[in-house]
């Protein structure tokens, strides 16, 4: 079984900045994708941002420009970086992994590991 913890999380005034940071029982770089979700007060969870193995990157449109996905390879973490926060951005942030594998009768074999979810209130 795979683990995913997030950590990070916290509370930051209109206009600052946090980053979130997730590690795994294993190392990042050897998932296909992963991703920051967040999941908003009676609101539905939303992929925030993802990142490919081979670093691709892409963007909710309402992060777009303000939040950063990386990598850190000496480190071995996953970060979000998050800028100009708003009140809207307010939610419990999940990272998430996905791996893919071909099983012995050449079937897809597919996995989803979430973090636990670390909260994060932009309020002054």
């Known amino acids: 079984q795979v683990h995913v913890v997030e950590s990070g999380g916290g509370l930051v005034q209109p206009g600052g900045s946090l980053t979130l940071s997730c590690s795994a029982s294993k190392s990042v770089f050897s998932f296909n994708t992963m991703g920051w979700y967040r999941q908003a007060p009676g609101a539905q969870r939303e992929l925030v941002a993802s990142?490919?193995?081979?670093?691709?990157?892409s963007y909710a449109d309402s992060v777009q420009d303000r939040f950063t996905i990386s990598k850190d390879r000496a480190k071995d973490t996953l970060f979000l970086q998050m800028t100009r926060l708003n009140p809207e951005d307010t939610a419990v942030y999940y990272c998430?992994?996905?791996?893919?594998?071909?099983?012995?009768?050449?079937?897809?074999?597919?996995?989803?590991?979430w973090g636990q979810g670390v909260l994060v209130t932009v309020s002054s």
């Open positions: 990142i490919t193995a081979g670093g691709a990157t």
């Open positions: 998430h992994a996905h791996e893919e594998y071909i099983g012995l009768d050449l079937e897809t074999l597919s996995y989803d590991y």
